[in-house]
């Protein structure tokens, strides 16, 4: 059996929290996040054992150590705050501290009248000790006290007093003897993002439909006037699909017809033609001058700009001609189109990532990001990332994040659970998740109990889409209006981050190709769309008034603190969110059709109210005022009027 480097290290650590997948990935957190730490430390015996938590950013080889407190069932617990972006490295020390067990033992001897004289001698060989660890005035405050814990002129009760002085506890805490301490076999690591990454309010809009009142093909001044009716509604990030040239071979007609007609504009997703690929913008949109100028004039109104980054090509992107190696070859020698069947996608090829030219592809794939953060673009949203190798991504969003440590990345990742899991741990910002399809209460407690509530949480942050324009739900189409307000508020309450493909979803677009189908008749992706967003069927003003109190109340701007209270209708949901000062519950009927009652079971700790005190409750959706006493509330919501309660909770009365 192998024996152990040093025998005489004692101290266990194990069960490390937060630690995800054995230390292979990081945790993540934003500036200003307090880290809770906590672990399984002991050791042999009955001996006294002290932890640090240990912490340092990346690149700095100095340790910052704060001392972890004993919980119960040696589990101890420590905390480190971060206060710049990028990545932390964190660690535990911890060792049988000789002072500490002398003490403890001291201080049972003294409490049963056994101490004696020798007692005390050794206690000041440990405290002489720690003098030759300390200096100047420290120093010669130990040698004082050791000396008088030696000495014959003291009785017995003065030197307990000074054996168990906060004095000599304070000192010699400073000064421990580490020379036997464990150190915890890992380095775990923390990556910290801007604030952004945890909490955002995204607006998906195609440019070219930013000509309102016409079927024009839009560009970017149009969506300058655009802008201040984002802001309006409360986004902050402006997402648009791909802004590339688009290929005309084998180029999609509307609704996805295999031809296209004359004056068809193709889908953006096929990336590339004569006019230049990844790295070139649309000529109908505008140069790289406009599309810098729209991002100024949004950055004004407190939006940023994101982009869509797909990488794929059309059989015209200038990478097909010049680099045909990074494409897979049918036996006929044409290159292999993007199939997921029985779907075709004839306009789109596929990247071949297992080409043996894999170092060149990816230092191009790299480039594009580099080119657009160059151009001022800091949030990209990844198109089908699961379509792609993961070592691809963890070299990818490793070197970015390295260089770029404040840009953020949402995986479009519909896909299976493990999958999604693993982009997310190799370093994507935010996710897209299954909200969409989850509307039953039982469904939505489940799944958001696990993104919230277990470890989840430490490396996924769940970015909620009601809709997108590929995915135009049963509930919504089914639902209409009541439908959209029911999902709106859901994703805007559930989520910190959540967005909507609009103005489809303001105006309540709801017309499917077919029943077997989640795509939109007439799909944006396909043509220019006008739309008419002055209309007043749509929802904007009630998006202005969820938005702002996403912005006004802390607690919805994370997803730490979600619990779910039981209410005795499955028809009705029911959940809290809290910051430190803020405390909000919502209260939502998932049915469209009717009007639903029930009586709630509050978790009375969950909202800061003490068992059978009055309490005020403040909808803000309305502003209305009401006084709740205990768990047991009634509530009754009508979908035709106000589907949802997001109640502040003010405080006892």
Known sequence: MKKPLEGRLRAVIENVDPEIDGGSFPIKRIVGDSILVEADIYADGHDAVTALLRYREEGHTKWTETPMEFLINDRWQGHFTVDRIGCYLYSIAAWVDDFKSWRQDLAKKIDAGTDSTIDYHIGAG????????????????????????????????????IALSDELYIL???????????????????????????????????????????????????????????????????????????????????????????????????????????????PKLGGIDDLKSLISDARKLGIEIALD??????????YVHEHPEWFRLRPDGTIQYAENPPKKYQDIYPIDFQTDSWPELWDELKSIVDFWIEHDIKIFRVDNP???????????????????????????????????????????????TYFTWRTAKWEIEQYFTELTSTGVCEFFRPNLWPNTPDILSDYLRDGGRPAFMIRLILAATLGANYGIYGPA??????????????????????EIKDWDINNPYSLKEFIVKVNSIRKENTALQDNFSLRFHPLDNEKIICYSKRSDNNVILVVVNLDYRYKQSGWTELQLA?????????????????????????ARNYVELDPEKTPAHIFLVTGEI
Not at 135 to 158: E, F, M, N, P, Y
């Open 126 to 161: 440990i405290i002489e000790e720690a003098k030759k660890r300390a200096s100047g005035d420290d120093a010669a405050v130990i040698q004082k006290l050791a000396g008088k814990l030696r000495s014959g002129d003291l009785r017995k009760t003065s030197k307990a007093k």
């Open 172 to 282: 010699m805490t400073r000064y421990p003897n580490r020379k036997y301490e464990t150190i915890y076999e890992r380095e775990l690591m923390v990556t910290v993002d801007r604030k952004k990454a945890r909490y955002s309010t995204w607006y998906e809009v195609f440019p070219r439909s930013c000509a309102t009142g016409s079927q024009d093909h839009g560009n970017f001044e149009d969506c300058k006037r655009f802008l201040p009716y984002i802001s309006e509604m409360g986004f902050d990030v402006l997402y648009f699909p791909p802004i590339h040239p688009i290929g005309h071979t084998s180029r999609k007609g509307k609704n996805n017809a295999v031809k296209a007609k004359n004056g068809d504009p193709g889908t953006p997703w096929a990336i590339g033609s004569e006019e230049g690929g990844h790295k070139a913008v649309h």
């Open 309 to 318: 980054l797909a990488f794929q090509c059309s059989p015209d992107h200038p």
């Open 386 to 432: 699961h379509t792609k190798p993961f070592a691809f991504w963890e070299w990818l969003l490793d070197s970015i994040k390295k260089e770029h440590p404040d840009v953020l990345f949402l995986a479009e990742a519909f896909t299976r659970p493990k999958i999604m899991y693993r982009l997310a741990k190799l370093g994507f910002s935010q996710s897209y």
């Open 505 to 526: 979803f303001e105006l309540c677009e709801n017309r499917r190709k077919d029943t077997t189908s989640e795509e939109y008749i007439d799909s944006e992706k396909y």
């Open 606 to 630: 969950e909202l800061g109210i003490t068992n059978g005190m009055s309490y005020l409750v403040q909808d803000l959706l309305n502003g209305r005022k009401y006084q709740w006493k205990g």
